[in-house]
């Protein structure tokens, strides 16, 4: 079975600066990866996604992932954060032969002035 | 554009009512689900459906069923609602018969406070 863990439940970074999400996951086979982005009052949103290929993925709205199988991780950064990323972002988790995803815990992201 | 519509976003209902929640996409797609999203718990499945009158049991099935009788219409039913199914339900849905690499559109999600 597949699993995912967010490190970190509560990020907060001024604006400006760097955006770092963390994302770890467990797979016995090759995972296909996802983040998702949830606004206040709406649902979920997605930012972007690896199933084969490149590892670095690029989304929308400057974010990226790198996917890194030694490390089993899919981490999302941002070089500069903006006040409209304050959101909660969540890390999900697929294989070939799944119907479905596992989702993360979740991670709420805030922004300062 | 992809369009996933629950038929409200704010519910309120007393314990022990039968209470349903509405699902309709608009893209056509095979898969559709349900969730409930609780703070520090993420998003857990409680049933999928991946063609008409086809029903999978999620993560927490226990308090629910469902309903697929058209492709675009999905429904969550609590058979006998209690205050620990007070929660936010989201539904979702991904084309293709498997859509293990396809991403799922949701929808806003429907608040949910069982009193």
Request: hydrophobic fraction near 35%; charged fraction near 20%.
């Amino acid at each position: 079975a597949q699993s995912v863990t967010q490190l970190g439940s509560h990020v907060s970074v001024s604006e400006g600066a760097l955006v770092l999400l963390r994302c770890n996951y467990s797979s016995s086979v090759p995972p296909y990866l996802f983040w998702y982005v949830q606004y206040p009052n709406q649902g979920l949103q997605l930012l972007l996604k690896y199933t084969t290929g490149a590892t670095l993925v690029k989304g929308i709205n400057g974010f990226e992932a790198e996917f890194k199988k030694s490390e089993t991780s899919f981490h999302l950064t941002k070089p500069s954060a903006h006040m409209s990323d304050a959101a909660e972002y969540f890390c999900a988790v697929s294989v070939q032969g799944a119907q479905k995803l596992v989702f993360g815990q979740g991670t709420r992201l805030t922004i300062n002035p | 554009d992809v369009k996933v519509t629950q038929s409200s976003r704010y519910l309120v209902k007393r314990t022990g009512e039968k209470v349903f929640l509405e699902c309709v996409q608009d893209m056509d797609h095979e898969n559709m689900f349900w969730y409930r999203q609780d703070p520090g718990l993420g998003l857990r499945l409680i049933y999928f459906s991946y063609d008409v009158k086809m029903k999978e049991k999620g993560d927490i099935p226990e308090g629910y069923s469902v309903s697929r009788e058209k492709k675009e219409r999905f429904s969550l039913i609590l058979e006998s609602a209690s205050t620990n199914q007070t929660s936010m339900y989201l539904c979702a849905s991904s084309p293709t018969g498997t859509g293990y690499n396809q991403p799922q559109h949701f929808g806003d999600g429907t608040r949910l406070s069982i009193l």
